[in-house]
């Protein structure tokens, strides 16, 4: 089998429900969708979003059609690793981290969906999977919610069959984390996880201060509390905290995971499919993980379920609340896999 050609679509609109992190208002909802063509009419295809501003996906699409898709013409799909060592090659001039590496990512999961369609399976099963169902936490709890807002988001979560929720800190002083933190508690009950993710608004100093106030309330672990490529401050603080690091959403390839895990500066692994290399290194980087017995937990889901279905290390996969039409439905707090052939899922 051999790539016939790589079409790149691209939307842009703004998002219906603007959201916000301690790092950045998200108001865009851009995609770059890529279909690759074969000699024998199997296609494979990926849908990455990209968001953040209006020319995003064309700034993307414009990598893929220009630079990468050109140069993996005529080349088997079934070669995934050998497609992303010549990509990575390709784009050594500008880096192949950034924006080369989305583009890298796009191409990576549409050829596992192709090679998924071609052997007429699910890509988990060709992954040698370890379950068949993805326990599952509802991120729900964004900063633009005033209290009685997150308090109706983490019933609502509760109620699809949720295991727990994720909550966004760092907006506003301690004091106020904590009082939004402890509404959100006695919503899902003293048992349900309850994370912190602070999409790396903090100091050092600032990170162990708070760090220490979400331990004591119990939350399940204490996601980017720091700038993503500060690995010796992450190393510094996993000394000091008990509650768990969780980081990986913003590091791009695995070279930026190795150091971080062989220093113990993460207690639990996010890869992102976009910026972690798409399936090929976000499994490659979960295994790195499981060596040293750290849990895997995706930032997103979508495709990335079929990577968790493989993991030994897996934990969670992260979601959004459900769909409101009902095709999905969680059982025990889990996720079912997709049983399309290829990367088929149940969002994106
Ligand atoms: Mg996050």
């Known amino acids: 089998m051999k790539i016939t050609g790589i079409g790149v679509e691209v939307v842009s609109k703004p998002k219906a429900h603007a959201v916000r992190d301690a790092l950045q208002l998200l108001d865009r909802d851009g995609h770059t969708k890529v279909v690759i063509e074969t000699d024998e ?68 999961l549409a050829l596992w969906d192709l090679l998924g369609k071609s052997l007429e399976v699910p890509v988990w099963k060709l992954l040698g999977a370890q379950r068949t169902s993805i326990p ?130 993460v207690g639990v692994v996010q890869p992102d499919l976009r910026r972690a290399g798409g399936l090929t290194d976000c499994l490659e980087i979960g295994l790195m993980a499981a060596g040293f017995g750290i849990p895997y937990a995706s930032h997103g889901g979508g495709a990335h379920i079929h990577v968790l279905a493989a993991l030994p290390n897996t934990i969670y996969v992260e979601s959004g609340l459900l769909p409101p039409d009902g095709r999905v439905e969680l059982v025990d707090g889990c996720y079912p896999l997709p049983l399309e052939p290829g990367l088929s899922s149940w969002s994106h």
């Open 136 to 265: 599952t936490y509802a991120m729900v709890g964004w900063l633009e919610l005033d209290v009685p807002g997150l308090e109706a988001v983490s019933t609502k979560a509760m109620e699809q069959g949720f295991r727990g929720v994720k909550m966004k800190v760092g907006g506003g002083p301690l004091s106020e984390d904590i009082s939004r933190i402890k509404a959100v508690r006695a919503v899902i009950g003293p048992d349900a996880p309850l994370m912190v993710d602070a999409n790396q608004a903090f100091s050092y100093s600032e990170a162990l201060r708070r760090g220490r106030a979400y331990s004591d309330l119990g939350c399940e672990w204490f996601e980017e509390p720091l700038p993503a490529a500060d690995t010796e401050s992450h190393i510094r603080l996993a000394d000091k905290l008990d509650i768990p690091i969780a980081t990986g959403e913003n590091r791009y390839g695995q070279a930026q995971f190795r150091d971080l895990i062989t220093g113990g500066g």
């Open 41 to 108: 009419g199997i296609t494979g295809v990926s849908d990455t979003y990209f968001g953040r501003v209006a020319s995003s996906p064309a700034v993307l699409a414009a990598i893929i059609t220009d630079q990468l898709a050109p140069a993996i013409v005529g080349d088997d799909p079934t070669l995934i690793r050998q497609v992303r060592q010549k990509l990575w090659r390709l784009t050594d001039y500008q880096g192949s981290t950034g924006l080369s590496l989305f583009g890298i990512s796009a191409i990576d």
